[in-house]
């Protein structure tokens, strides 16, 4: 039967939903998932059936396409959709390192990295806000782009723990790309791999810089939360820049 399109548009200066379906709770909270802090919206299509109105017991499904683009219906015709589950709190509130702690350390054991890392990665990236969507589109916990999870067969982005799975494979790769190299490891995360390839060093981008520099101290602060450091003194004569910071595989890894 007939369906409306809603379309998201991805221009900062248009912002809502064009189409003429009523905007039901439900509905307000789908497309609060994905909107940009911005208040940009996620290229993609809503498709919604208006023989099955939305209402507070709607099932919604999402498919990311190849490149990336997100849709979302309440009719799927696609056996690739998959149901997204609007009411779990998990998009309702930020979750605790406590929560999230059996995932990290199921992950970070699978991949070989250590849990204060993943750790530190969440809180730089999230503030362990699962919901998290930035500006430029990257979703949930560890803030992967659409295109980065479709590579890493991650199907629910906003599922903590599809997101930090992925989030901490792909770290992992970035690390053996990078001979074990940290810092340029998190710049790819936060930049990308090909321009951190073209300098072969951290590249000359402040908030890539400021962000390596804030995984790096998370890091610490974690791990000499956990015992696995001691805090050294402070001496004026210590350098300023993070390049001291535990920066090879070895000591990113369990």
């Known amino acids: 039967h007939a369906a409306w399109d809603l379309h998201f548009l991805d221009r900062l ?5 064009v189409g003429t379906m009523p905007m039901t709770a439900t509905l307000r909270r789908i497309t609060s998932l994905i ?3 911005s208040g940009m919206l996620l290229t993609g299509v809503i498709v919604l059936s208006p023989l099955d109105p939305v209402g507070s017991h709607a099932e ?3 498919y990311i396409g190849p490149n990336g683009t997100i849709s979302l219906t309440n009719v799927p015709s696609d056996a690739r959709y998959r149901k997204l589950d609007v009411e779990s709190a998990r998009f309702h509130a930020l979750l605790s390192e406590r929560e999230l702690e059996p995932v990290i350390k ?31 589109g990257a979703i949930g916990l560890m803030q992967l782009m659409p295109q980065t999870a479709v590579r890493l067969d991650v ?4 599922d903590p723990d599809e997101n930090v799975g992925g989030g901490t494979k792909y770290l992992r790769q970035l690390l053996d790309r990078f001979h074990g190299n940290l810092p340029l490891a ?14 072969q060093a951290l590249p000359p981008i ?3 810089r400021q962000y390596v520099r804030k995984v790096l101290r998370y890091y610490r602060t974690f791990l000499v939360r956990d015992g696995v450091i001691t805090e050294r003194p402070v001496s004026r004569h210590a350098p300023s820049t993070p390049a001291e910071a535990p920066g090879t595989s070895v000591e990113a890894s369990r």
């Open 35 to 37: 909107r940009c802090s």
């Open 186 to 199: 998190l710049a790819a995360y936060n930049a990308g791999e090909n321009i951190v390839d073209r300098y």
């Open 155 to 158: 199907r629910d982005m906003f």
């Open 206 to 208: 402040d908030e890539t």
């Open 60 to 62: 919604i499904y999402q």
């Open 13 to 17: 200066e248009q912002t809502d939903i």
């Open 106 to 136: 199921r992950h970070s054991s699978q991949h070989q990295l250590h849990p204060a890392l993943i750790r530190a990665v969440i809180k730089a990236e999230s503030n362990f806000d699962p919901r998290a969507v930035s500006r430029a």
